[in-house]
């Protein structure tokens, strides 16, 4: 099955420090992905849609320029958190679809654990 | 307005009974998909079950089956012969107009608990 692979699974870093969090789809090919935030206990906020070789699509509340997306090619979209501050802690996943599969769902990575101090 | 509710922030079950989790939702597309994941603690997304709003049967993927009542727009996860490892954060979630770009719009999840 479609499988994406979100890495690091942990970080730990210094406020003011930026973190970047990958995610590759490892068997399939994927324009589009996503990046979710999901704080303890809550459910899972989208922050933004990844395109590949365009602009990401933010949503509303989500800085553009704190949570850098790159999405350099078909199967590889980073996230990166400038200038982290504490209240940037928090867990991040992303997800992608294969769009080659009919009403396929989004497969999800494993999420990275972001704690800044 | 909520598109995805969840009224049932925690739930409890006897290990190898039935369990019923719900979901309704809110849409004016006439295309879109309804998801159920797991989360168990270690965070990962693990996707049990979808069901297509022109589907006309109910989803099923082994101890699991989705009671969709589109009348009422709701999409009830129904586990049967629970087991312990069951025990996980489970969330229901929506697609809207069906498409591949369209991300996935999610409940804020019952959290299931399975006693032995």
């Known amino acids: 099955g479609a499988v994406v692979s979100q890495h690091p699974s942990r970080v730990i870093c210094k406020s003011g420090t930026s973190v970047k969090i990958e995610c590759r789809s490892l068997?399939?090919?994927?324009?589009?992905m996503f990046w979710y935030r999901q704080f303890p206990k809550k459910s899972l906020m989208l922050m933004a849609t990844s395109n590949e070789g365009s602009k990401a699509t933010y949503e509303q509340g989500v800085e553009k320029d704190k949570f850098l997306i790159n999405h350099a090619s078909l199967t590889l979209s980073t996230l990166t958190v400038t200038s982290a501050h504490p209240e940037d802690s928090s867990f991040y996943i992303c997800s992608a679809r294969d769009t080659a599969v009919d009403n396929s769902p989004l497969h999800f990575g494993n999420g990275t654990r972001l704690t800044v101090t | 307005a909520q598109k995805i509710t969840q009224t049932q922030p925690g739930m409890f079950v006897q290990e190898k009974e039935a369990v019923t989790l719900d979901c309704t939702y809110d849409?004016?597309?006439?295309?879109?998909?309804l998801f159920w994941y797991k989360q168990p603690s270690s965070g990962e997304m693990i996707f049990l079950i979808y069901q297509g709003s022109y589907d006309e049967q109910n989803a099923t993927e082994g101890r699991y089956s989705l009671n969709f009542q589109k009348a009422r727009k709701s999409a009830n996860l129904v586990i049967s012969a629970s087991q312990l490892g069951d025990s996980a954060m489970y969330f229901c979630a929506m697609r809207e107009a069906n498409s591949g770009n369209t991300p996935l719009v999610f409940g804020k999840g019952t959290r299931l608990s399975v006693i032995a």
């Open positions: 849409t004016s597309d006439q295309s879109y998909g």
């Open positions: 068997d399939f090919q994927a324009t589009t």
